[in-house]
């Protein structure tokens, strides 16, 4: 694919239920990002991963989340036992490595009712 | 640790006239990259312009230009001849250049400038 993707689009789920966020990062763009932009606390940074080992888990709120990456390529962010303040949009970026250009997905939209 | 902030909520410009959205930073490291993001309705995040600290030069990508206030820590971004497609949210962003952990690049944001561009 020309860019990175990500699914669902827009997601909506019920309190307490568990989510999988995916992202499909641009071809042989070694390092992957997830942010969450939501009205609160605009962009945040949440994990990074360089091939498949994530040396940069800080930006995660709580226990409740967690990513991983295979293959070094897809990642999932997941939401267990998700809450009202994990609404928003969870944005993925990838590139070449370390100092290139970060290369943005469209995002998925998470509502949690 | 690192703060970017974007002090003008919205603003607004005629179509063909020239805006500055403001940005100012807090780091206390040397050597980091600055960057404008632009995030229209689609919400796909765009690069618009990135500033290499060392760099003295004001980086420069067509219609869009940088002031780089190193000692201020003010990186403004100028648009000329506004156009219509330049309507979207602006992100003023940091990023270490090198440091520890494997997390240098990782981006911390401005909360944001809406910008409207008035026909």
């Known amino acids: 694919g020309a860019g990175v993707s990500q699914s669902p689009s827009n997601k909506v789920t019920e309190k307490g239920k568990d989510v999988e966020l995916r992202c499909d990062p641009i071809s042989g763009h070694t390092a992957l990002y997830w942010y969450r932009q939501s009205l609160g606390q605009g962009l945040e940074f949440l994990i990074y991963f360089q091939g498949n080992s994530a040396p940069d888990k800080s930006g995660l709120p709580s226990d409740r989340f967690s990513a991983e990456r295979t293959g070094g390529s897809v990642s999932t962010l997941t939401i267990q036992r998700t809450q009202q303040e994990d609404s928003a949009v969870y944005l993925c970026?990838?590139?070449?490595?370390?100092?290139?250009?970060?290369?943005f997905g469209p995002g998925t939209r998470l509502t949690v009712t | 640790a690192q703060t970017v902030t974007q002090s003008q909520p919205e603003m607004s410009v005629q179509e063909a006239e020239t805006v500055t959205l403001s940005c100012t930073y807090d780091?206390?490291?040397?050597?980091?990259?600055l960057f404008w993001y632009k995030q229209p309705p689609s919400r796909q995040m765009i690069l618009v312009i990135r500033q290499e600290a060392y760099k003295q030069q004001n980086a420069t990508e067509n219609r869009f230009s940088v002031n780089f206030q190193k000692a201020a820590k003010s990186f403004s971004l100028k648009i000329s001849d506004s156009q219509l497609g330049d309507a979207a949210m602006y992100f003023c962003?940091?990023?270490?250049?090198?440091?520890?952990?494997?997390?240098?690049?990782?981006?911390?944001f401005g909360k944001g400038t809406l910008l409207t561009v008035n026909p």
């Open positions: 970026a990838s590139s070449k490595g370390q100092g290139f250009k970060e290369y």
């Open positions: 962003a940091y990023s270490l250049v090198e440091g520890s952990g494997g997390s240098n690049y990782k981006l911390t």
């Open positions: 780091t206390s490291e040397s050597d980091y990259y």
